[in-house]
């Protein structure tokens, strides 16, 4: 009797569960494919060069802030214009003045 009641209520749930919709965050992006030619960057802002493989040349954990006005152009996320952002050596970008942890890392 348990075991039927408890298949009932999860079928019940699995049901209900599957009329609900979820959006993104940001909802309003749309996406174009189109075809172009792939044209090498020059006069690229590098960052930083890496000088070791262990310890301070190794760039682990860093973060670098690119200040207002270096994006040559106003990235628009959620709503909000940047021109500016903060990259990590582990694997993000981020916007706005609030830099991330260097202690951060995708796993």
Do not use: W
């Not at 909802?27 to 493989?53: C, K, M, R």
């Not at 860093?62 to 500016?84: E, K, M, Q, R």
Request: charged fraction near 5%.
């Amino acid at each position: 009797m348990r075991k039927n009641l408890f298949k009932l209520i999860m079928t019940i749930l699995i049901i209900s569960g599957s009329h609900f919709v979820t959006y993104a965050q940001v909802s309003l992006y749309d996406f174009i494919q189109s075809n172009g030619t792939y044209t090498e960057l020059t006069g690229a802002t590098n960052l930083a060069t890496a000088t070791a493989t262990t310890g301070t040349g190794s760039l682990d954990d860093l973060n670098y802030t690119l200040a207002a006005g270096t994006i040559p152009f106003s990235f628009v996320y959620d709503g909000v214009s940047y021109t500016s952002c903060i990259v990590s050596t582990n694997g993000y970008i981020t916007f706005g003045a609030t830099a991330p942890t260097n202690t951060s890392s995708i796993s």
